[in-house]
Nanobody, 130 residues
Framework: QVQLQESGGGSVQAGGSLRLSCAHSGNIDSSYCMGWFRQAPGKDREVVAGIWVGGGTTYYADSLKDRFTISHEWIKNTLYLQMNSLKPEDTAMYYC???????????????????????WGQGTTVTVSA
């Protein structure tokens, strides 16, 4: 069983920064991929960034890779999302997700879509004002 708990959301003005955290417990090991997703009101859930925690391979949505950074710290069993130069369109509920992806290190495919992930946190709200 895997448990995920996000924190770090809040309200910030455009141009500001936030760091989201996702503390995890349970059976997450080096075979896992973890990701950050977001869902704005009236919109579909979209991937923000992902990471293979066993080797550090990362994935970013093209429109966000210059402003957002995903990282993982084993000592604290925590996934992070550093968000800089925030814009009002970044306003959304942000979710942490995890799933075993044992084939990825060996050239297997992993789409980083929400459908790939079976474990989800409750989400943390990010509001960016103009």
């Amino acid at each position: 069983q895997v448990q995920l708990q996000e924190s770090g959301g809040g309200s910030v003005q455009a141009g500001g920064s936030l760091r989201l955290s996702c503390a995890h417990s349970g059976n997450i090991d080096s075979s896992y991929c973890m990701g950050w997703f977001r869902q704005a009101p009236g919109k579909d859930r979209e991937v923000v960034a992902g990471i293979w925690v066993g080797g550090g391979t990362t994935y970013y949505a093209d429109s966000l890779k210059d402003r957002f950074t995903i990282s993982h710290e084993w000592i604290k069993n925590t996934l992070y999302l550093q968000m800089n130069s925030l814009k009002p369109e970044d306003t959304a509920m942000y979710y942490c997700a995890a799933e075993s992806c044992p084939g990825l290190p060996y050239g297997g495919t992993w789409s980083w879509s929400a459908d790939e992930f079976g474990y989800w946190g409750q989400g943390t709200t990010v509001t960016v004002s103009a």
